[in-house]
């Protein structure tokens, strides 16, 4: 069993950064790769970034996320982090990290094929 838990959500203003992180535990973690989702009130959860886990350091972002934030990840910590810089308000939502343990493709965007999830950690971004 895999638990994931996240920290470092909070309320910051427009402009400003927050890392997150999550960590996983479990007697064996292996994913294919670690991702971050979000979810704003009455919106569908979308893709936020995703890294590999075992094989390079291979990196995606979805449009919103491109060049303003940025996941990395520990293996020796099994954590992975998402650095969120140049907030704005539209980045509220509560963020969840899920472990790919499905799918090869590392870079996978569809949370089914996602089976372990944090409980989430908010990020609220006021203007």
């Known amino acids: 069993q895999v638990q994931l838990v996240e920290s470092g959500g909070g309320l910051v203003q427009a402009g400003g950064s927050l890392r997150l992180s999550c960590a996983a535990s479990g007697r064996t973690f292996s994913p294919y790769g670690m991702a971050w989702f979000r979810q704003a009130p009455g919106k569908e959860r979308e893709f936020v970034a995703a890294?590999?886990?075992?094989?390079?350091?291979?990196?995606y972002y979805s449009d919103s996320a491109k060049g303003r934030f940025t996941i990395s990840r520990d293996n020796a910590k099994n954590t992975v982090y998402l650095q969120m810089n140049s907030l704005n308000p539209e980045d509220t939502a509560a963020y969840s990290c899920a472990a790919n343990v499905k799918n090869r493709d590392a870079g996978v965007r569809e949370a089914t094929d996602y089976g372990y999830w944090g409980q989430g950690t908010q990020v609220t971004v006021s203007s």
């Open positions: 890294i590999s886990w075992t094989v390079g350091t291979n990196t």
